[in-house]
């Protein structure tokens, strides 16, 4: 009897491909969720911690940490906000040469994705990740 659970099928496949994106990314020392947070902060604009929560959908100390984490690699810097009570998270140079580094290995990651599971599978994806 098989085991048909939506949930698992999808929780297998993202493990699947964060190892993919994680392998590439790895010589340059961030995890795919480092890299998506320095790129989310960077078009963001100097974000405050809850304005990046809300962008990356993730919540509020979960993104606290990650960026103190960040921080201490030397690729943010948490700033005072115009609200006291709010720090802003900015880039540092070290942070944008790492995004910068990142790119080239990102995107064929990207491409191997793509290969694997084809243009009408990276669409219906697209479709399932803004239909929840």
Excluded at 30 to 48: E, K, N, W
Excluded at 93 to 112: D, F, M, N, S, Y
């Amino acid at each position: 009897m098989s085991f048909d659970c939506t949930c698992i099928v999808l929780r297998t496949a993202a493990r699947k491909i964060t190892a993919l994106y994680d392998e590439a990314l790895a010589p340059h020392g961030v995890t795919t969720a480092q890299y998506s947070l320095l790129r989310r902060i960077q078009q963001a604009g100097d974000p405050s911690l809850t304005e990046l929560s809300r962008l990356a959908d993730l919540d509020r100390s979960t993104v606290g940490r990650n960026v103190r984490l960040l921080a201490q690699m030397g690729l943010v810097s948490l700033d005072a906000g115009a609200d006291q009570r709010e720090a802003e998270v900015r880039l540092t140079a070290l942070g944008l040469a790492r995004i910068e580094a990142c790119e080239a290995p990102w995107r064929e990651a990207q491409r191997v994705v793509e290969a694997k599971v084809g243009s009408d599978g990276l669409a219906a994806l697209k479709t399932l990740a803004a239909s929840l």
